[in-house]
């Protein structure tokens, strides 16, 4: 059984509450236990984590070396915009990573538009809201179904 680590950061726990105009209103408790439902029901389990402290997140990412993840799914926050710590982590375990944003990174403000952490991952999802975390969940499934060949 596929084993999927979803890694959110800082500010993510307000979601539902938190701009909603730009985030909207589906909590992360809710996120999680939709793409929990959807793992299972493709035959894999989903781990979650969130923090908003940089260095849990590295610890996270490096624990997920031996903790037989298979793949990682991860919206940084705002350290998507400033982590090197976060964007080595992602390096260094080598897992097949994809990055998710809610928001449309690239069409807000400047500062938002570089990403330090998807250069390290396989591919990038962003502006399509709570999709595109099942999204992410379609594309990290096919891509360690392909890494297996
Ligand atoms: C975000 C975009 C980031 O720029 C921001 O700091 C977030 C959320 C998103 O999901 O759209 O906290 O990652």
Redesign the pocket.
């Known amino acids: 059984m596929k084993k999927i680590l979803l890694i959110n950061?800082?500010?993510?726990q307000l979601l539902g509450v938190r701009e909603p105009e730009?985030?909207g209103h589906t909590t992360l408790k809710e996120i999680v236990a939709g793409l929990r439902c959807a793992a299972e029901n493709a035959g894999a389990v989903l781990e979650d984590f969130q923090s908003n402290h940089e260095g849990a997140i590295v610890d996270r990412i490096a624990a997920a070396l031996t903790d037989g993840t298979d793949g990682i799914m991860i919206?940084?926050?705002?350290y998507?915009?400033t982590s090197v710590a976060i964007r080595d982590a992602l390096a260094a375990v080598k897992l097949p990573a994809v990055e998710?944003?809610?928001?449309?990174?690239t069409s807000?403000e400047d500062f938002?538009s570089r990403s330090l952490t998807a250069p390290v991952c396989r591919g990038v999802i962003?502006g399509f809201g709570v999709q595109g975390y099942h999204l992410a969940l379609t594309a990290l499934l096919v891509l360690t179904a392909a890494d297996e060949n």
């Not at 919206?75 to 705002?78: D, E, L």
């Not at 998710?100 to 990174?105: A, D, G, K, Q, T």
């Open positions: 950061g800082p500010n993510l730009i985030y919206n940084p926050a705002a998507t915009h998710v944003h809610l928001s449309n990174i807000r938002r962003a």
